[in-house]
């Protein structure tokens, strides 16, 4: 195998591993860290099928301005645990 195959397959397992910690999380600002980590590791993996423009926009808009806007809309509501 060549070193593009092993990188891509830790890409992709990466992937697996950041979109099952989403689904499974249950803090929301954690949440959209590891969302910000797949699109990172998504933008990486566009890269690497030599789609760099698809891969610029996935890290500005999917990791940047949708995390930002996450954390915003996040930090506006209160934690369950926290008494009224």
């Known amino acids: 195998m060549t070193s593009l195959l092993v990188l891509q397959a830790l890409v992709l397992l990466g992937l697996i591993a950041t979109a099952i910690m989403v689904v499974l999380l249950k803090d929301l600002l954690y949440c959209a860290i590891c969302f910000a980590a797949f699109s990172l590791l998504l933008s990486l993996e566009f890269y690497l099928l030599q789609a760099p423009d698809v891969a610029i926009a996935e890290a500005g808009i999917g990791a940047g ?11 506006g509501t209160k934690r369950y645990e926290e008494k009224e």
């Open 65 to 75: 301005l949708t995390t930002a806007i996450f954390i915003i809309a996040i930090r």
